[in-house]
């Protein structure tokens, strides 16, 4: 534990967080980072959640659907041949035909196969969303032969988060780096390159990818509090005050973001206004335990009530995941309360004669 602007990280089981102690207040500021999405990973709406829709994949190479008319055939004496009626070619035939052809652009550059690309990173995706890190990464790298131009941002951008994941933060650079030397506006790779950057404690860099993702993305609640992790951990508290505010405006029950802001009033000496937010946090905390024990209890009870296999499994699923909720919402209350006792504890000395 050391002072405001220090290098000190520690790990949590929600999410990456930086640990800060002024005033004998301990202060963690959480960032957020995207998750893998079940396809492409395109910009979502929603990045603070990572409930994403996917969009349909967009090929590449776009194919013109408004044919020309031909016109008739006429002969000397501007008789109209007659037109002969075309010979129906079966579905197979077509496919094979156009597996026969090596669509190239002129240069000798394969304009790739967006149909392949989309199916190998969706199989990535599934593999890391079970914990295989080196399966997903074989995925996406077979994407890439198929990619137009043997590159896809898309590509890299998973196997950045891939690399992430894996442990080997220096090989996510290079992908989130290629991702946005292809896709300049990728406002996730820029987010995700930033917090990289912000555990390297290259702070100034990582600012400007947020920033860089904000002017694409300005209402990302997310990328507002990584912003505002990043100036906090400077000791820039005024800024990060500034960020933590727009995140929980845009989206009022952000959790970390509205901890974060009592964190940073703490800071400044602000505790009344510190006061107000961890009260938010402890009535959202509430909230949160009271909704997973609901969910938990009527999973248990549709299990208790006869189910087929299949229906069986789903519901064991959902009492996993409700428990799961369950156990981190009642982690969130415990932190939330303390910090909200401490805060008051100083102010009753202030208000002490």
């Known amino acids: 534990m ?14 990456d967080s930086v640990m ?17 999405k079940p396809d492409l990973l395109e910009p979502s709406l929603d990045s603070s959640d990572v409930q994403v829709v996917d969009p349909d994949f967009k090929p590449l190479v776009s194919l013109n659907s408004d044919v020309s008319p031909v016109s008739l055939l006429q002969s000397s004496s501007h008789e109209t041949l007659a037109a002969e009626e075309p010979e129906v070619e079966s579905v197979d035939d077509i496919l094979k035909q156009l597996d026969s052809i090596n669509l190239e652009d002129g240069s ?32 996406y790298q077979e994407a ?26 220096d090989k996510a650079i290079v992908e989130y780096r290629k991702a946005i030397e292809l896709a300049p506006e990728y406002s996730e790779a820029h987010n995700n390159l930033g917090n990289i ?7 100034n860099e990582a600012i400007y990818h947020f920033d860089a993702s904000l002017k694409i993305f300005p209402e ?19 800024e990060a005050v500034t960020h933590f505010s727009k995140a929980i405006r845009i989206q009022p029950t952000y959790f ?9 009033y703490m800071q400044q000496g602000e505790l009344i206004a510190a006061e107000r937010e961890f009260s938010q946090t402890v009535e959202m905390a509430t909230g949160g335990m009271a909704f997973e024990h609901k969910r938990l209890e009527a999973a248990k009870a549709r299990l208790a009530s006869g189910l087929n296999p299949q229906d069986r499994k789903v519901t ?6 409700a428990a799961k909720a369950g156990r981190i919402a009642a982690n969130r209350y415990s932190r939330a309360m303390s910090y909200l006792q401490r805060v008051r504890e100083e102010l009753s000395k202030l208000a002490q004669p």
């Open 2 to 15: 050391i002072g405001c602007g220090s290098d000190q990280f520690s790990d949590q089981a929600e999410s």
């Open 20 to 36: 800060i102690d002024t005033n004998q207040v301990k202060a963690v500021f959480k960032q957020d980072g995207f998750e893998v």
């Open 108 to 139: 000798g550059i394969s304009l790739g196969d967006p149909d392949k690309v989309a199916g190998l990173l969706g199989e990535g995706n599934n593999m890391i969303n079970v914990g295989n890190i080196d399966g997903a990464l074989a995925k």
């Open 144 to 169: 890439l032969k198929f990619a137009d131009g043997n590159d896809d941002p898309d590509v890299r951008f998973n196997m950045g988060i891939a690399y992430k994941a894996k442990g080997k933060p």
């Open 197 to 203: 950057l912000k555990d390297k404690k290259k702070f």
């Open 220 to 238: 990302n609640p997310s990328t507002h509090n990584n912003l505002g992790t990043v100036y906090a951990m400077k000791g820039e508290i005024s």
């Open 256 to 264: 970390d973001a509205r901890q974060n802001l009592g964190f940073a």
């Open 316 to 321: 064991e699923n959902e009492i996993s995941a």
